[in-house]
């Protein structure tokens, strides 16, 4: 067996106790959040070709899959504007930018390779670490990398 460098970490503990996984969740949490309240005042038929990109506090940009409905939505600009500031996840937007970005389209089939299983070694510890984890979705994250869901482990 080989021995692992000194300065090497304990991969559960790397995984449970970092603060950039938890501050990575929370950034996750946040979009999520911010995605959440932007679909909402959007029309029903544009809900499936757009999605929040990203929001600096003044500037949000959305992902539009074709140039078509990127027009509609820029006709429907100032209204957007005006409902999303009332808000108060976005009460500091000033600028809405629409990006068409084709590869992003919903509807377009992903060619994935079939996943390769994990290795027992590697899953084992993935399991470990997710017994170990205090932060809920950290735990899931780490059940589902495994092919377990949280009902089955949590024993």
Sequence with gaps: MKRRPHYAKDGIKLLTNSQQITQ??????????????????LQPAAREFCKLSSFNGHT??????????ATRLRYQQQRLLTQLRATEAFA?????QFKVMPQYEQS?????AEP????????????????QAENPELKATLLRLIGQNEKSHSS
């Design 60 to 69: 949000l940009t959305i992902a539009v899959y074709n140039s078509m409905w």
């Design 108 to 112: 377009a089939p992903l060619s994935v």
């Design 116 to 131: 390769q299983p994990i290795p027992a070694s590697a899953s084992q510890t993935l399991a470990n670490a997710a017994k």
């Design 92 to 96: 500091k937007l000033e600028v809405i």
């Design 24 to 41: 990575l969740l929370q950034v996750n949490q946040d979009q999520a959040a911010l995605a959440a309240v932007f679909q909402q005042y």
